[in-house]
T-cell receptor, first 114, second 114 residues
Framework: QKEVEQNSGPLSVPEGAIASLNCTYSDRGSQSFFWYRQYSGKSPELIMF????GDKEDGRFTAQLNKASQYVSLLIRDSQPSDSATYLCAVNGYSGAGSYQLTFGKGTKLSVIP | DAGVIQSPRHEVTEMGQEVTLRCKPISGHDYLFWYRQTMMRGLELLIY????????DSGMPEDRFSAKMPNASFSTLKIQPSEPRDSAVYFCASSSGTGFSPLHFGNGTRLTVT
């Protein structure tokens, strides 16, 4: 059973601070990693993806991947109240017979305090 | 370009009734996924299709659930008979591949079974 673990939070940070969201996964063969943001009552929307070890930056967002430690994180710089949402970590791995499966963590709820 | 379209947005039904959820994927996407989201279990993959063929249905909870994809632009998820524990938000998502392609989610169907 492939598992993706996230701290459920809530994680509260003041406006303008850096929010750090973490995720660990159990399948060492996982190839691709995604961060989705989900506002309350809405559907998940992709904000970042990363395939290789190291950092990947996109605007205020930085994804970090360490495959040896089976760890992926998302940093949000200059946090804004509009960043308040649940952040879902998703890990894609081969599940056999030509089938890939995207497994989601339960999400971390982020609250940015003005 | 239209996104993934789901209907209905909300469904309230009584235990024992049949429920049918509908999805139109993004044109050109070969993969279609059905997920269920609850507070307790998070986002769970129920089934996914490639080129209209079911590839992995290991997440379908029991025989009361069935899914079809008669053509590239339409899929249904049916629950018969429905039970209160089926209450959840059901998301349909599509992608252009697996492994390294992100999912694009529909707005979801909030199902309440009383």
């Amino acid at each position: 059973q492939k598992e993706v673990e996230q701290n459920s939070g809530p994680l509260s940070v003041p406006e303008g601070a850096i929010a750090s969201l973490n995720c660990t996964y159990s399948d060492r063969g996982s190839q691709s990693f995604f961060w989705y943001r989900q506002y309350s009552g809405k559907s998940p929307e992709l904000i970042m993806f990363i395939y290789s070890n190291g950092d990947k930056e996109d605007g205020r967002f930085t994804a970090q991947l360490n495959k040896a430690s089976q760890y992926v994180s998302l940093l949000i710089r200059d946090s804004q109240p509009s960043d308040s949402a649940t952040y879902l970590c998703a890990v894609n791995g081969y599940s056999g017979a030509g089938s890939y499966q995207l497994t989601f963590g339960k999400g971390t709820k982020l609250s940015v305090i003005p | 370009d239209a996104g993934v379209i789901q209907s209905p947005r909300h469904e309230v039904t009584e235990m024992g009734q049949e429920v049918t959820l509908r999805c139109k994927p993004i044109s050109g996407h070969d993969y279609l996924f059905w997920y269920r989201q609850t507070m307790m279990r998070g986002l769970e993959l129920l089934i996914y299709f490639n080129n209209n063929v079911p590839i992995d249905d290991s997440g379908m909870p029991e025989d009361r659930f069935s899914a079809k994809m008669p053509n590239a632009s339409f899929s249904t998820l049916k629950i018969q008979p429905s039970e209160p524990r089926d209450s959840a938000v059901y998301f349909c998502a599509s992608s252009s591949g697996t492994g390294f392609s992100p999912l694009h989610f529909g707005n979801g169907t909030r199902l309440t079974v009383t």
